[in-house]
C-alpha cells in the first residue's frame, strides 16, 4: 500500500469515528487536528490548528493555523513539513505534534478532532 493512500485511509477513519450519526464523505473530505503543543526552553503551550484534505487516494492538501502549506511529505502515518523554519511532524495515527525551530526551541504535543 502506498503511503498516501495509508494515510488517507486513516484519516477517512478519524473522520468516520469523529461524526455522530453522519456520513463521511464518499470521495474527499478534511479532518482537522488541534494540537497542544509545548515548546522548550520557554515551556509556551500554543494551540495549533492543522486541517488536512484527502480524497481516497491521498493528502491532497495540508494548513496549520490556517496557512497554507506548499510541501509536505508522507511518512506511514506522518505528515512532514516546516512553516517559516519550524520543521513539523504531524503523526495522525498517534495524534500527535512534535518540531524543530531552527534549533533554538522544539515542541510536543497532543493533538484531538477539532
Known amino acids: 500500500m502506498k503511503p498516501h493512500h495509508a494515510l488517507a485511509l486513516g484519516l477517512l477513519g478519524i473522520a ?28 509556551a503551550t500554543w494551540t495549533r490548528t492543522v486541517r488536512i484534505g484527502y480524497d481516497q487516494q491521498r493528502v491532497r492538501s495540508v494548513r496549520i493555523d490556517d496557512v497554507p502549506v506548499y510541501t ?9 513539513t516546516a512553516i ?24 510536543m504535543g497532543r493533538c484531538e478532532r477539532g
Open 72 to 80: 509536505f511529505s508522507i511518512r506511514e502515518t506522518v505528515i512532514l
Open 16 to 43: 468516520q469515528a469523529g461524526s455522530v450519526g453522519a456520513q463521511a464523505p464518499a470521495g474527499a473530505g478534511d479532518v482537522t487536528l488541534v494540537c497542544e503543543a509545548v515548546y522548550l526552553p520557554a515551556r
Open 84 to 107: 517559516d523554519n519550524e520543521r513539523i511532524q504531524i503523526d495522525t495515527a498517534a495524534q500527535t505534534w512534535t518540531s524543530d525551530f531552527r534549533g533554538q526551541a522544539t515542541a
